[in-house]
């Protein structure tokens, strides 16, 4: 589950914040020992941490808030293919200015990332300046050492007979 659902919010953070220095998860895995749903909190220095929940099995928003000192950002449900966000400045308790920005969505979202590597196969490329490969290969880390945390394990893989 981590490893399809679980990127996006990873990779979220990722981009705002780079590598983080510490992962704590808890979680559930099923009776085969697939993860159901975990909860992951990354830290980075300087005390900024990120909050991450993901579940096949709870029925959780899907939306993504960044908050600082000063305010916050809301990005709503199906936060990685959004159309909008609002941006909240609260430069004093009880004070909020906010903006709100929209834009237009290609089909379910993951228009522009097909798009992308399409292009990257047609250039040769190996990676596409949106997402470079090593934060492809962070993000990939992350997911790994939240699943070992979580106590998924995978059965050795099946030898691969040369096509020769």
């Known amino acids: 589950m981590l490893l399809d659902v679980g990127i996006y919010p990873v990779a979220f953070a990722q981009m705002l914040l780079g590598a983080p220095s510490a992962l704590t998860v808890t979680g559930t895995l099923n009776e085969q020992g697939v993860d159901n749903e975990a909860g992951l909190l990354l830290t980075w220095p300087g005390g900024v941490r990120a909050h991450l929940d993901v579940s096949l099995i709870s029925p959780i928003p899907g939306s993504a808030m960044v ?8 990005v709503p449900p199906r936060f990685h293919a959004a159309t909008s966000l609002r941006l909240v400045h609260a430069p004093a308790r009880g004070v909020e200015e906010t903006q709100t920005f929209e834009w237009e ?4 979202g993951y228009v522009p990332m097909l798009r992308a590597v399409a292009q990257a ?3 040769e490329r190996t990676e596409c300046p949106e997402m470079p ?9 992350i997911l790994e050492q939240a699943l070992a945390g979580l106590g998924v394990r995978y059965p050795e893989p099946a030898p691969v007979e040369s096509l020769r």
């Not at 908050?67 to 809301?74: P, V």
């Open 105 to 108: 969505k290609e089909g379910r």
């Open 67 to 74: 908050m600082g000192t000063t305010g916050r950002i809301e």
């Open 133 to 141: 490969l090593a934060h492809s290969v962070e993000i990939a880390g």
């Open 121 to 123: 196969v047609r250039e």
